[in-house]
């Protein structure tokens, strides 16, 4: 079962939109026993009113209000329905990596197989994360292990991930091979829940 991802909390949106909702619904509230107390209008309202007796759909500025309108109820259902926290990158659950270590040796023991079944189903998921900052200086000072290269450069995204490494001895078809194998290590030895694909480029030292 792959862990779902965190989400942001989003508390800043969230506490603006509650205020605005509370001072709108406040604001009418007031006015609406207002005038059942046989007290007039507020002035806001009655200007409301006339203007939504004079201005028709069609017109520029109800369009212009419309629009901005359908922007923010946009915005604030994006909000409401993506998790947010991209920085942080979703790695395997120690379930996963044992159904992971396990397609590579499949002669498990049966029974120990079910206890174990059992014990993970009665403790709750575990989730991990690791951001995508972390995540680049660990790839990076894997690369810098690497015979031949002096500099390296990642940068770390959801779904690939970008090494620059600047090397002054070896060839660079030989530094690019063992780059890559290092990388491919590092990237599984993160134990992401999608492990990003690599992207390198090796060029010689300019002197």
Do not use: C, N
């Amino acid at each position: 079962m792959t862990p779902r991802r965190f989400r942001s909390a989003r508390r800043i949106p969230a506490a603006l939109v509650a205020l605005l909702v509370l001072g709108v619904t406040g604001l009418f509230l007031y006015d609406l026993a207002a005038v059942r107390a046989d007290r007039p209008a507020m002035a806001w309202r009655r200007e409301l009113a006339h203007r939504l007796e004079v201005h028709t759909p069609a017109d520029l500025g109800v369009q212009l209000a419309g629009g901005v309108l359908v922007l923010a109820g946009v915005v604030l259902l994006l909000l409401a329905f993506t998790p947010g926290i991209r920085r942080i990158l979703m790695m395997r659950s120690p379930d996963q990596d044992a159904d992971h270590d396990a397609d590579r040796d499949a002669d498990g023991d049966a029974g120990r197989d079910g206890d174990q079944d059992a014990a993970g189903a009665a403790r709750p998921p575990l989730r991990a994360g690791i951001g995508r900052k972390d995540a680049a200086q660990v790839l990076r000072d894997r690369a810098m292990e690497v015979p031949g290269v002096r500099s390296a450069r990642v940068r770390m995204g959801r779904s690939r991930v970008r090494v620059r490494a600047t090397s002054h001895f070896r060839e660079l078809d030989e530094v690019r091979a063992d780059l890559d194998a290092v990388i491919a290590v590092g990237i599984e030895e993160l134990g992401l829940v999608h492990p990003p694909r690599p992207r390198l480029r090796v060029r010689r030292r300019a002197d």
